[in-house]
C-alpha cells in the first residue's frame, strides 16, 4: 500500500471543549441511580502478618452495606509482569504469603455503604491486630538476603541484567582519562489532575463491568478476570474521561476491588452501581512512584575524546511488589551509556525488592535514570578532556548500523547527530554573549530584593534517546478496525479502537490519522474508542507508541475498508491487527539482543541562574530539540514537550517525597511540591524536527517521553558552568546546593 499524505494540522484536540466547560465526565463523575460507595481500608503495614481482623463494629454502623476482605477473592493474586501482590491482605485467602502485607499502600477490606461518610465511618472501625515484622527499606542491605520478603522467589534480588562487550583490560588500557560517578536519583509522584475513581457494577449482558481511568483496557481486563476467576469476556472496562497518567495507571488501583464487589453484591441479590473515589493522599499513598535509583559508573575516553570502555551497576529500588520493574530495569540497564558507541561495556544492573513504595512505570521508563548517569559523565568527561560537551557527543554518537552495546545495530533512522546540533545552534551554544540569563536577576525570596552578588548564570547540554514500543521481546499489538457508512459516497468514517486518551491528545490524532488514511474530511471521522466491547486490544498507552503502532494499524485497516468499499460492501469494514518487527530479550551472560525496533531522539540545552547564598535556581530558558518524525498536530507535540519540561523540572529541582521506614510522610501538595506557575522556566523553545522514521506511519516517531529524559542533566551541566561545582544527586532543593556548595567555599 502506497501510504496517502497526511499534513501537520494542528487541531484543536477532539476533547478539548468537554475538558474546558466541565463537561468532560472523569470516573468520579458518574453518578448512577441507586449509588453505592465504597472505601478501600490500607495495611499501614511496611510489613507485618496479619493476626486477627474484626469487622463487627463496622457492619453494625447504619448504612454499611457489605464489607469484602481477602477471603472474598476467588483468586488472591495480581500482577503486571508476574502475580506477586495479592488483591487483598488477609486471612483466609488460598494464596500462600498473603496474610502478610509488605507495604503500606496493601488492600485489605472494601467497605461498601449506602453513603461515601458511613462507608468512611466504617473503615475506621475495623480492628485488625498485626504482628510486626523486620522493615527492609535499604536497597544494599536488602541485597544480602538476610530477610528475604518474597519466600516463593528466594532473595530480595528480583531480577539481574548483564552487559559483556568487547575486552575491558584493552579498553581502559586505551584511555588517557578515566571519570568515575556516583548518582543517587528519588521517587517521583505522578500528580495526576484526577486521583484514582471508578465505578463498578453489572451491565445488561451480565458482565462485570468498570468504568475507570487506565492506560491498557484489555491488561486491566484480563487482570481482573483472572483475580475473580471469570472468563475475559465475563470482564468489561471501559475509560471515560481519564486526568492524567504518566505511566501511573499502567498498573491496578481499584479495577479488581470495584470489579470484585460489583460481583459479590450480585451475588447477594443487590444489583447496584459502587463507586469508590480516593482522596490525593489515598492517591498518593496507594499507587507507585518513579524508581529510586543509585548508579556508580566509570568512563574512559582517549585525549582525542573517543570513548573507550564503560563499567556500571545501576540499582533500582523495586519496592513491595515487581508492578514493572524489570521493564523498567531493561531500559535503564541499555540507556545507562546513553545514545553513544560503547566498544567495551560490564554493566550490571539490578531491582531489589524493599518494604518500600512499589516502583513502576513513569514516562520515560527507567531512560531518565540511564541518561542521568551517561550525561553527568560526558560532560565531566568534556570537562576533564578540554573538548566542547557537544563536540564530544558529535564524536561518539550512534549512527544508522552502529552496534549498541547489547551488540546489534541500530535500526534506520538515528538522528541524534542532528538533533544535537539544531539544539546547540538554537541556544546559541559557544557563544557565551548570547547567554540569555546575562543581566538576568530574581529574588529567592519574593518580598526581598535580589542581591546582584550572588547570582550566577550557567549554560548546560544533554541528549537522549528512548525506544518507541515495546522491548525486549514483549509482545506487541495493536488492532484497529474502520466501517465506512455511505452508499455512492463515503459519508461517514468510524474508527473502532482501544487507545486511552490520558491527556496527550492521542485520540485527536488517531481522528487525522484515520481521516489521511480513508481519504476523508476529519468531520466525517467519527470514534468509538476504549471499550473491551466494542473496540479491539490496542497495547497500552505508554513507552511513546501509540502514534505509531495506532497509525500502521489505522493505515492497514483503512485499505481493508477501501477494498472492501470498491467491493460495494455496505457498510465496508476493514479490520487490522498490527505487529511491528520482532525484538527480543536480554541474553543471560553477555546481555546480547534485539533490543527494539524504533528509537526517538532528543537534546536539551538549559540557562539558569542560582542565587548561591540561598541555593534557590531559576531556570530562564530551556531549548528541547526533538525529532518527531513526523508532526501531524504540531500544536500537541509542542504542548507534550512543554509538559515534559515542567515534569522533569520538578523532579530536578523540586519533588523530593519523603519515606521514612517504609511509610511516605508527605503524601499531600502541601509538602510534596510540584511546580506552580511561578516555579517553571520563563521560556521553553519548542523545536520540532521532522526526519521520517522509516518504518512510523507517515515518517512518524513517538515523542511524549523523549523532552524529559535529559532536562536533569542538563540542569546540572549548567549549574556546574554557573558555580564550578557538579551535582550528582537530584532534587536540587536550595538546602541540598546549599550545602554542597559551602563544602566548596562558595557563597554565605
Request: hydrophobic share 40%; net charge negative.
Amino acid at each position: 500500500m502506497i501510504p496517502s499524505p497526511i499534513s501537520s494540522h494542528s487541531l484543536p484536540r477532539v476533547d478539548a471543549l468537554g475538558k474546558v466547560t466541565g463537561q468532560a465526565c472523569y470516573p468520579g463523575d458518574i453518578t448512577p441511580n441507586n449509588l453505592l460507595h465504597g472505601k478501600v481500608l490500607f495495611s499501614g503495614q511496611p510489613h507485618a502478618r496479619m493476626i486477627s481482623m474484626d469487622l463487627s463494629a463496622a457492619l453494625a454502623l447504619p448504612g454499611v452495606v457489605a464489607i469484602f476482605t481477602a477471603k472474598d477473592v476467588p483468586n488472591n493474586e495480581y500482577g503486571l509482569i508476574m502475580p506477586d501482590q495479592p488483591v487483598m491482605v488477609g486471612l483466609g485467602s488460598s494464596k500462600p504469603h498473603s496474610d502478610v502485607s509488605l507495604w503500606e499502600g496493601d488492600h485489605v477490606a472494601v467497605i461498601v455503604a449506602e453513603t461515601e461518610l458511613a462507608a468512611a465511618q466504617a473503615r475506621d472501625k475495623i480492628e485488625i491486630e498485626w504482628e510486626q515484622l523486620p522493615i527492609v527499606t535499604d536497597v544494599r542491605e536488602a541485597m544480602k538476603d538476610e530477610i528475604i520478603l518474597h519466600p516463593w522467589h528466594g532473595s530480595n534480588i528480583l531480577h539481574k541484567y548483564q552487559i559483556r562487550k568487547g575486552d575491558m583490560a584493552a579498553g581502559w588500557a586505551a584511555a588517557d582519562v578515566v571519570v568515575e560517578g556516583s548518582y543517587t536519583l528519588p521517587y517521583q509522584e505522578h500528580a495526576y489532575l484526577q486521583p484514582e475513581a471508578g465505578l463498578g457494577y453489572i451491565d445488561e449482558e451480565g458482565r462485570v463491568t468498570i468504568e475507570i481511568g487506565g492506560q491498557w483496557t484489555y491488561e486491566d481486563q484480563e487482570q481482573v478476570a483472572h483475580a475473580l476467576g471469570l472468563p475475559a469476556d465475563q470482564i468489561r472496562i471501559i475509560y471515560p474521561a481519564i486526568g492524567g497518567a504518566f505511566g501511573g495507571r499502567e498498573d491496578m488501583s481499584l479495577q479488581i476491588v470495584l470489579g470484585l464487589a460489583a460481583l459479590r453484591l450480585q451475588e447477594r441479590g443487590i444489583k447496584r452501581p459502587l463507586r469508590i473515589i480516593w482522596s490525593r493522599e489515598e492517591s498518593i499513598v496507594g499507587h507507585h512512584k518513579r524508581h529510586r535509583a543509585v548508579v556508580h559508573t566509570k568512563w574512559g575516553a582517549t585525549k582525542e575524546g573517543m570513548i573507550t570502555a564503560v563499567s556500571s551497576e545501576l540499582i533500582l529500588d523495586s519496592g513491595s511488589y515487581a508492578y514493572t520493574s524489570t521493564k523498567v530495569l531493561g531500559n535503564a540497564h541499555l540507556m545507562v551509556t546513553g545514545p553513544y558507541v560503547i566498544p567495551n561495556a560490564h554493566l550490571d544492573s539490578y531491582a531489589v525488592t524493599t518494604n518500600n513504595v512499589p516502583g513502576g512505570a513513569f514516562r520515560g521508563f527507567g531512560g531518565p535514570q540511564g541518561a542521568f548517569a551517561a550525561e553527568n559523565q560526558m560532560n565531566k568527561l568534556a570537562e576533564k578532556l578540554g573538548i566542547d560537551p557537544v563536540e564530544l557527543r558529535l564524536k561518539n554518537v550512534l549512527h544508522d548500523g552502529s552496534i549498541l552495546t547489547v551488540q546489534s545495530p541500530m535500526p534506520p533512522g538515528v538522528s541524534i547527530d542532528q538533533v544535537i546540533e539544531r539544539c546547540a545552534a538554537e541556544i546559541g551554544w559557544g557563544d557565551s554573549n548570547q547567554l540569555s540569563v546575562n543581566g538576568h536577576q530574581f529574588s529567592s525570596i519574593q518580598s526581598l530584593i535580589a542581591n546582584p552578588q550572588s547570582l550566577c548564570h550557567g549554560r548546560g547540554i544533554a541528549c537522549s534517546f528512548k525506544n518507541v514500543g515495546f522491548s525486549f521481546g514483549a509482545p506487541e499489538r495493536c488492532e484497529a478496525t474502520i466501517a465506512l457508512h455511505g452508499q455512492r459516497e463515503i459519508e461517514r468514517v468510524v474508527l473502532y479502537h482501544g487507545a486511552a486518551e490520558v491527556g496527550q491528545g492521542s485520540h485527536t490524532v488517531l481522528k487525522q490519522m484515520a481521516a489521511a488514511a480513508v481519504g476523508v474530511d476529519i468531520s466525517q471521522v467519527e470514534l468509538v474508542m476504549s471499550d473491551t466491547a466494542t473496540s479491539g486490544d490496542s497495547g497500552s498507552v505508554s513507552a511513546s507508541r501509540m502514534t505509531w503502532m495506532a497509525g500502521n494499524s489505522i493505515r492497514g485497516a483503512a485499505e481493508k475498508a477501501l477494498a472492501a468499499w470498491a467491493s460495494e460492501e455496505r457498510p465496508a469494514k476493514g479490520y487490522v491487527r498490527f505487529t511491528p518487527p520482532p525484538t527480543t530479550g536480554y541474553a543471560e551472560e553477555t546481555g546480547e539482543c534485539m533490543p527494539n525496533f524504533a528509537y526517538g531522539y532528543v537534546a536539551e540545552a538549559v540557562e539558569l541562574t542560582v542565587d548561591v547564598e540561598t541555593g534557590h535556581i531559576h531556570v530562564d530558558k530551556v531549548v528541547c530539540a526533538n525529532d518527531v518524525g513526523k508532526a501531524i498536530n504540531p500544536m500537541l507535540i509542542q504542548g507534550q514537550i512543554e509538559g515534559a519540561v515542567v515534569q522533569a523540572h520538578g523532579y530536578s529541582l523540586m519533588e523530593n517525597l519523603w519515606v521514612e521506614n517504609g511509610r511516605i510522610r508527605n503524601p499531600f501538595f502541601s509538602q510534596y511540591l510540584i511546580p506552580g506557575i511561578k516555579d517553571i522556566p520563563d521560556h521553553v523553545e519548542s523545536v520540532i524536527m521532522e526526519i521520517p522514521d522509516p518504518i512510523g506511519p507517515w515518517g512518524a516517531r513517538g515523542m511524549a517521553e523523549m523532552p524529559f529524559m535529559p532536562l536533569a542533566p542538563a540542569i546540572i551541566a549548567a549549574l556546574h558552568d554557573a558555580t564550578g561545582v557538579w551535582f550528582d544527586e537530584i532534587p536540587l532543593t536550595p538546602a541540598r546546593v546549599v550545602a554542597k556548595l559551602r563544602e566548596h567555599g562558595i557563597g554565605g
